[in-house]
């Protein structure tokens, strides 16, 4: 690997660990490093490949941001977490899209196994999600009024932390 991509192999995990550490301490993932990260991402692509780079970067990104669009309309995702993952497909860029998010998607369901393992998630949502989908004669509104609120912090994961895993595996593939 050449200098270059161990800067910005440094520079992108020292932001992707600012941000994971703050969503794990706050649920919440600041603006003006999610939005700031895409614009710097984006802006350094303009400058090092001139337009092309950049509208690759740019496609990179809504596609990264669409494939948390459904979840985040359905609640399950949070705002900061389309914007992290719009942020880090500027930065792979099209070429590494797809593996950023499989590596994504895959870190998230084995971070979301261990937290539910050691304890630190409620699992009560999937369970629910899961026997309404499957079991017909479930009392789905009974059921759904016994669940915890969605803002309770163990019913949200944070996201941003497989996401930044998925990142790091997009710019270490070949």
Request: glycine letters at 12%.
């Amino acid at each position: 690997m050449s200098v270059e991509r161990y800067l910005l192999l440094a520079t992108v995990a020292v932001w992707a660990a600012g941000l994971s550490w703050k969503d794990c301490r706050t649920r919440r993932l600041p603006n003006l490093w999610t939005v700031g990260g895409a614009a710097a991402a984006l802006v350094f692509r303009l400058g090092y490949g001139g337009l092309p780079c950049l509208l690759d970067g740019f496609a990179a990104a809504a596609v990264s941001g669409v494939f948390l669009l459904l979840p985040f309309l359905m609640r399950g995702a949070g705002g900061g977490d389309v914007k992290m993952l719009f942020a880090a497909g500027a930065i792979v860029g099209w070429a590494r899209v797809f593996h950023l998010l499989w590596a994504t998607s895959l870190a998230g369901v084995v971070f979301g196994a261990v937290l539910l393992a050691v304890g630190a998630l409620d699992g009560a949502r999937l369970a629910y999600g899961l026997r309404c989908l499957f079991d017909w004669r479930f009392d789905r509104k009974a059921a759904a009024a016994a669940l915890p609120p969605k803002d309770d912090a163990r019913a949200r994961i944070p996201f941003s932390v497989p996401i930044a895993v998925g990142l790091i595996a997009a710019l270490l593939g070949k």
